[in-house]
């Protein structure tokens, strides 16, 4: 008998080890998958602001870039007007 209870109670013992040792993976499990998401994330968002980083930068330089054009062309613009006008003065010049 007194076996009996020493063999059930260390079947007992054996069961709660194992329940906890369950119990510890499951929670282990648990927290590294919320490390590896969290890891996943942050990864996730710096490749979205190199992206982004990237495309301002792009967009920032076709900006100066159309920029230049417009300048380059308002320039042209305003010299033909000018030139326009000294004609249109020398010929009003030489009705006189």
Known sequence: MPF???E?????????????YDEDLQKEMA???DFEVSKIRMEE?????SKLSSFTEEMEHLHLEKVKELK?????TISRI???EREVEKVAFEHR
């Open 31 to 33: 927290r590294l998958r």
């Open 8 to 20: 059930e109670r260390m079947s007992k013992y054996k069961r709660e080890c194992d329940k906890k």
């Open 4 to 6: 009996k209870t020493l």
């Open 45 to 49: 968002a710096q490749k979205y602001r």
């Open 82 to 84: 000018k030139n326009k």
């Open 72 to 76: 380059i062309r308002e320039q042209e």
